[in-house]
């Protein structure tokens, strides 16, 4: 933060940067905002930190050092020489600013200050509290690494770069809302990621104007991308860093948000939330075999329900050989109805799941299963039919390998049943059509949202289709607009 105001300046006087220091963060009132007197070769000094975001071991050490000074070793310029002589710690800065300074306290650095001096010395003995990498649950897989992002963004930088040691990964640093102070990392490889998408992403960080982020990168995303009401996801996240760093080499950008395990991945197609590291974690063949059948079941998730209601409302669309799929009968509740109503069941299971403790998760699943259901078609509020469409519904939504995508896909699933259900074949192919007019006009990032479909790449396009063997895939994706555009050398 720059300023011109004197009255913002480190004082030369300690009893003013005290006062300053204590009157904005509230030394006496949090037990947490700490301050520690220093007597530095009879120079009058203070330390002063956040107690629990510093690493105890470091700071010991260089009290230790500190207090073995003799006032000939300060002397003259003692900011100085202690910055570059005495404190034997790489991570250290001299600011001249108290706004400045405030926010690396708040960020977790220690801040030291000498009397008759206009400069303080910032160290970066900050560290947070911090749980192990794990898999995350929602991208597991049969084989691979077991480890992912966490909390804490500098792990997740560290975890990225193990995989991406080229000289030109760039990790640029953004601090973002007035009072939260969260620290955002844009991440690419120079010489691979196009410098306009980069540069458009970097604008609009930088024009973020919010108290804080309390949610994080959820936060982020709903600044930078223009079209909010859009129901379909316009980035990618992924907590897995092998899947961050794959998406770094095809010329895609990272946006890490400290205190979230999520990375966002820009700019995402529809195609990139259909795909999942599992694909490639086995061979070819059953690469494509597990590809397709996620396809089979996004497609399921989405239309088989209004397609069986559409046919069950006009029987006449049956050829006489399948006219055994229509319920035989439909009971005392319509059957658009009980769809919406199986619908809605199933969305409040999930979310009861998500609140249920562990232990008591499977027997949730069998209260919902056996009693609700069972007894639901017993009593005639359900068909079976309605049941069987609608759990095969529900396994189509968890099978798809982007969580945003089948929310969104569980909303275009309502949606295709309240036309159908009041229209029926009007409404369910005018569904269709805006369906697709609206995946036709999205873009994410400039990149459009069907690509390589629309507009037709061929080599795109059977990446999408095919999984194909990596010695195969010499090029990046051709939306990306990459500055490289080769991933196998051409000889």
């Given at each position: 933060m720059k300023t011109s105001d004197p009255s913002l300046k480190v004082s030369s006087k300690l009893s003013?940067?005290?006062?300053?220091?204590?009157e904005k963060l509230g030394a006496g009132e949090s037990i947490d905002v700490l301050t520690k007197d220093l007597d530095l070769g009879g120079k009058k000094?203070?330390?002063?930190?956040?107690?629990?975001?510093?690493?105890?071991?470091?700071?010991?050490?260089?009290?230790?050092?500190?207090?073995?000074?003799?006032?000939?070793?300060?002397?003259?310029?003692?900011?100085?020489?202690?910055?570059?002589?005495?404190?034997?710690?790489?991570?250290?800065?001299?600011?001249?600013?108290?706004?400045?300074?405030?926010?690396?306290?708040?960020?977790?650095?220690?801040?030291?200050?000498?009397?008759?001096?206009?400069?303080?010395?910032?160290?970066?003995?900050?560290?947070?509290?911090?749980?192990?990498?794990?898999?995350?649950?929602?991208?597991r897989l049969t084989r691979g690494s077991r480890d992912g992002f966490v909390e804490?963004?500098?792990?997740?930088?560290?975890?990225?770069?193990r995989r991406v040691r080229d000289p030109g990964l760039r990790v640029e640093g953004i601090r973002l809302g007035r009072r939260s102070k969260t620290d955002v990392a844009l991440v690419y490889i120079k010489d691979i990621a196009d410098p306009k998408l980069v540069d458009n992403i970097r604008g609009r960080l930088q024009r973020i104007d919010v108290d804080g982020l309390p949610?994080?990168?959820?936060?982020?995303?709903?600044?930078?991308?223009?079209?909010?009401?859009?129901?379909?996801?316009l980035v990618r996240y992924t907590e897995r860093p092998d899947v961050a760093a794959q998406h770094l080499f095809e010329g895609h950008v990272l946006i890490m948000v400290d205190s979230s395990p999520a990375v966002m991945i820009l700019p995402a197609t529809l195609f990139h939330h259909?795909?999942?590291?599992?694909?490639?974690?086995?061979?070819?063949?059953?690469?494509?075999?597990?590809?397709?059948?996620?396809?089979?079941?996004?497609?399921?998730?989405?239309?088989?329900?209004?397609?069986?209601?559409?046919?069950?409302?006009?029987?006449?669309?049956?050829?006489e050989a399948l006219k055994f799929i229509g319920p035989q009968k439909v009971g005392k509740i319509p059957l658009f109805v009980q769809f919406i109503f199986i619908h809605f069941g199933i969305d409040?299971?999930?979310?009861?799941?998500i609140h249920t403790p562990d232990p008591l998760t499977t027997a949730l699943s069998l209260i919902a299963a056996l009693l609700i259901g069972q007894i639901a078609i017993d009593v005639g509020i359900f068909?079976?039919?309605?049941?069987?469409?609608?759990?095969?519904?529900?396994?189509?939504?968890?099978?798809?390998?982007?969580?945003?995508?089948?929310?969104?896909?569980?909303?275009?699933h309502l949606f295709m049943l309240l036309v159908?259900?009041?229209?029926?074949?009007?409404?369910?192919?005018?569904?269709?059509?805006?369906?697709?007019?609206?995946?036709?006009?999205?873009?994410?990032?400039?990149?459009?949202?069907?690509?390589?479909?629309?507009?037709?790449?061929?080599?795109?396009?059977?990446?999408?289709?095919?999984?194909?063997?990596?010695?195969?895939?010499?090029?990046?994706?051709?939306?990306?607009?990459?500055?490289?555009?080769?991933?196998?050398?051409?000889?």
């Open positions: 003013e940067n005290r006062k300053y220091l204590t000094g203070f330390l002063f930190y956040i107690d629990g975001l510093t690493e105890g071991e470091v700071v010991a050490l260089i009290l230790q050092k500190l207090t073995q000074i003799t006032r000939t070793e300060l002397c003259p310029h003692p900011i100085q020489k202690l910055a570059t002589q005495k404190i034997a710690y790489m991570e250290l800065e001299v600011f001249t600013e108290l706004p400045a300074i405030i926010d690396e306290v708040l960020s977790g650095q220690m801040a030291l200050f000498l009397e008759g001096e206009k400069e303080a010395i910032v160290i970066d003995t900050r560290t947070y509290p911090a749980r192990s990498p794990e898999e995350p649950d929602t991208e804490t963004m500098m792990f997740n930088i560290a975890l990225t770069r949610m994080a990168e959820k936060s982020v995303e709903e600044f930078i991308t223009l079209n909010r009401w859009n129901i379909f996801p259909l795909q999942h590291a599992e694909e490639y974690r086995q061979n070819i063949l059953s690469g494509i075999y597990v590809r397709w059948i996620r396809f089979f079941a996004v497609l399921i998730s989405v239309f088989l329900a209004p397609l069986y209601l559409l046919v069950s409302l006009q029987p006449e669309f049956l050829p409040l299971i999930r979310i009861a799941g068909t079976p039919e309605v049941l069987l469409y609608g759990g095969m519904v529900a396994v189509g939504m968890f099978a798809t390998s982007s969580w945003e995508l089948s929310q969104a896909n569980r909303l275009v159908t259900g009041l229209f029926k074949l009007p409404g369910f192919v005018a569904g269709i059509v805006l369906i697709l007019l609206r995946l036709i006009t999205n873009n994410s990032f400039g990149v459009p949202y069907l690509w390589p479909l629309i507009p037709f790449n061929l080599q795109g396009f059977f990446s999408v289709i095919l999984r194909q063997p990596l010695p195969f895939e010499k090029r990046r994706p051709a939306a990306l607009q990459p500055t490289d555009e080769d991933k196998v050398p051409q000889k």
